[in-house]
């Protein structure tokens, strides 16, 4: 059972380069999000997604791009990589409830540097 | 402004002992929330959670209590184990915002010493 996939797990960019990171997951779940993780400053949320077609800006959206084209996939892209946007990301899956609150399943993370 | 918060960035515990990590909360909305594990090199891990409903819930070593009037949430750990040294972030959601919307801490950083 892979749960979230991320992949690249480590990644070095140049300030200006582009890339997208992949997150899969294979639970069927309905929700999927994207969070960046900095020293001191806890998961903010970047973007996330309610199902295919439908994405939504959260915390910190700037400098990030997403689609969801299946229930599966929800890439983010870095337009113009910054040395702002070195961090840890994580992307996250979870079904939709009907309202008691649910978990969220992670990824292993994606260890981003721009130089 | 942040609206939960983790005001310990750090503790330690002898091991044996009890591991009491703290969380407050400022949205009244939230009627949802959770702790989560996460290792160095890792993602977080699913560890326990609590509805608005209940003021207590009880999973082996672990048990979160809930005092919404203060709206202020704990994690204890007893006995704490090397094993449980790890950052561990409390998150609410509210079902107003879906439920699946999760809002985290800056996390704390518990070192239990053998």
């Known amino acids: 059972n892979a749960g979230v996939t991320q992949t690249p797990k480590f990644q070095v960019l140049k300030t200006g380069q582009s890339m997208t990171l992949q997150c899969a997951q294979d639970?069927?779940?309905?929700?999927m999000s994207w969070y960046r993780q900095d020293p001191g400053m806890g998961l903010r949320l970047i973007h996330y997604s309610v199902g295919a077609g439908i994405t939504d800006q959260g915390e910190v959206p700037n400098g990030y791009n997403v689609s969801r084209s299946t229930t599966e996939d929800f890439p983010l892209r870095l337009l113009s990589a910054a040395p702002s946007q070195t961090s840890v990301y994580f992307c996250?899956?979870?079904?939709?409830?009907?309202?008691?609150?649910?978990?969220?399943?992670f990824g292993q993370g994606t260890r981003l540097t721009v130089v | 402004d942040q609206q939960v918060k983790q005001n310990s960035p750090s503790l330690s515990v002898q091991e044996g002992r009890i591991s009491i990590l703290n969380c407050d909360y400022t949205?009244?909305?939230?009627?949802?929330f959770l702790w989560y594990k996460k290792y160095p090199a890792e993602g977080p891990t699913f560890l326990i959670s609590?509805?608005?409903?209940?003021d207590k819930n009880e999973d082996g070593r672990f048990t979160v209590f809930l005092n919404k009037s203060a709206k202020h949430l704990s994690l204890h750990i007893v006995p704490s184990q090397p094993g449980d040294s790890a950052v561990y972030f409390c998150?609410?959601?509210?079902?107003?915002?879906?439920?699946?919307?999760?809002?985290f801490g800056k996390g704390t950083k518990l070192s239990v010493i053998p």
């Open positions: 996250a899956s979870s079904p939709i409830s009907g309202g008691s609150g649910t978990e969220a399943f």
């Open positions: 998150a609410a959601s509210h079902s107003g915002a879906g439920s699946y919307q999760l809002t």
């Open positions: 639970m069927n779940h309905e929700y």
């Open positions: 609590i509805s608005s409903i209940k």
């Open positions: 949205n009244s909305m939230f009627d949802y």
